[in-house]
């Protein structure tokens, strides 16, 4: 089959993990799989635990297992694969997350049935799981409702779609040519998968934005647990602020994103000041915050902040709340 899917998966240590990924993968249609790409950044001790794991699974004949040896970069990892990738749909599928039985069935036939050409991206609702593998029902629910996943199918811009977050990480069908081209901007930092959003919600074929379709159907489980980025690290706040300041918006929505951009900047603000960016951090708090935000407890924080000398302010290690 020709136009097949190139799944591609970065991993870093926890074999387990791929174990459980490569396991849902084989649940999949396999007419549909083309190829499985494993850009590895482990060491040396769990390279070889991962390759005991791909020998045991029955897609180890689609699997091309690369060893970055050295590492690269979790973002420089997963571009290398996808520009790797052979066939013109790409998945990115994060190897602590595992898809749900049928689900690329259920996106192929979205896009081979596809009639409008400014459509690009498939995707579907996620479910939420502990660290245990075990999904969490209420958590699951609750973070459709957060981020714009109702019970309609529906097509949109993809501009649109970035004014609710709704674009998943990981676990969507995409043509190769628009992930590849857009991938990675030079100051993503950590939030690279809304940074490639906003950069397809900005572009424009034919003078019209491109869109994503989305059913209301679980397509993939989302793992958290301590290890992830967002968790063990924190979003780089600032860099996802500057990136919603760049997305273009139709002139009705502009209040949509004005909300995007508030939830963002007190946040972001304080991010400016630990990185020693004192008048980006005062710019933020003037402009982007709105006057509730400027009286909260938070906001007279960071206002204090700004008078403080610099070496009281240290980088943070806890994850940044929004």
Known sequence: MKDQISIFIPTYNRPDYLKFALEGIAEQNQDLIGEILIGDNSSKDYV???KAVINHVTVKNKIQHI????PVSPVQNQNNMARMCQFDLV???HDDDR?????L???YYLSKNNKDKNVILWFGKNQIMFEDGIIDQDASEIEMIKYGKGDKEIIKNIWEWCLTESLPPNGFLIKKEFYVNYMQGDNDGNIWDFGHHVRLGNLRVNDTPVKAHYIPENIFIYRRHRESVTIS???DVHRKLEIALSLKVDDSKHKEKTLLVNKLALVGARR???NRMRMKAITTWILHTSAKQKTSYLGLQTFIMFFLPSYFLKTRSKPNKI
């Open 272 to 274: 400016y000041l630990y």
């Open 48 to 50: 070889e635990k991962n």
């Open 67 to 70: 060893v970055n040896n050295p």
């Open 99 to 103: 898809l749900c039985k049928g689900a």
């Open 233 to 235: 690290k924190g979003l």
């Open 91 to 93: 998945m990115l599928h």
């Open 105 to 107: 069935d259920r996106l």
